[in-house]
């Protein structure tokens, strides 16, 4: 069994495969390093063999997990690197290793998955879009507050902003003009994400007409949905460039 994580700025996702066929055995979301020692330990039959990780957080702090992963399941956990070239798809920012390793690996998977041109539309902490071209060049892509940084901004940034988390699941069941803060405030982020993610859309078919493949990943893919009906919905998307960077037989 292999664990594979995604360490984002906010949680961590990880699941559990089969080495031999990759069949999933278990999987979650968590916001700390024990969670997901608990997490990962309370799988009936667990056998790691090893451990592959994409993160987007500091050196020190993503050392740290690998220790504890060591200490906790005696294995070397292997972190994916940034490279000018991998898969077909060359890394298209002047500094490779400033992109974000989350949105190099979702682009190498999306490429992989698409077999042309590609739009990855990322929805988690930030909010990421990146372009990859039918040869597999990364044109580059752009990021934006995500809908937890756009909510917090507002309740961090006004005195007037107070709602609870239950509230704010419930407003968005519609996008109509709120009658209340939570609902003014949570459709209109919802309103910014999928504006996000049409214009875009529209930028994708100005550079390749109607030949591209559009990829929607992130904890919040579901909020956009209707604005990108023709997106596949890949919530493992990093996952599958993962295991591309890190082949661990
Ligand atoms: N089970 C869940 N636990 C936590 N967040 C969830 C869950 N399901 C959906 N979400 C939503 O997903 C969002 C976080 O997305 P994601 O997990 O992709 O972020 P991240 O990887 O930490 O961020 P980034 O990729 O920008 O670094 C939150 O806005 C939250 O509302
Ligand atoms: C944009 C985030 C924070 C999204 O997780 C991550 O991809 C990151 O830290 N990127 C580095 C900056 C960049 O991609 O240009
Ligand atoms: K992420």
Request: with cysteine; aromatic share 6%; hydrophobic share 50%.
């Amino acid at each position: 069994m292999i664990l594979e994580l995604d360490c984002g700025n906010s949680f961590i996702k990880w699941r559990v495969i089969h080495a031999a066929d990759a069949t999933i055995v278990g999987g979650g979301i968590v916001d700390s390093d024990q969670a997901l020692l608990a997490a990962v330990a309370a799988l009936p039959s667990l056998r790691l063999k090893g451990c592959r990780i994409v993160s987007v957080r500091s050196e020190e702090e993503t050392d740290a997990l690998r220790a504890v992963l060591y200490t906790g399941f005696a294995i070397q956990a292997q972190v994916a690197l940034p490279v000018r070239e991998m898969a077909g798809v060359r890394n298209g920012y002047e500094d490779f290793e400033r992109l974000g390793m989350d949105r190099w690996l979702a682009a190498l998977g999306a490429f992989h998955l698409a077999k042309g041109a590609c739009l990855v539309i990322d929805l988690g902490t930030a909010a990421k879009a990146d372009f990859v071209a039918a040869d597999g060049e990364h044109l580059g892509g752009y990021i934006c507050p995500g809908m937890p940084l756009m909510r917090s901004q507002l309740r961090t940034h006004t005195r007037r902003i107070r709602y609870d988390d239950a509230s704010a699941e419930r407003a968005v069941s519609t996008l109509a003009p709120g009658r209340s803060t939570v609902e003014a405030v949570e459709r209109g982020c919802v309103l910014m994400l999928q504006g996000f993610a049409r214009t875009q859309i529209e930028q994708a078919r100005a550079l390749w007409g109607d030949a591209f493949t559009v990829f929607l990943t992130g904890g919040d893919a579901p909020l956009v949905r209707e604005a990108a009906p023709q997106a596949r919905i890949v919530p493992d998307l990093v996952f599958v460039g993962l295991a591309m960077a890190c082949p661990l037989d």
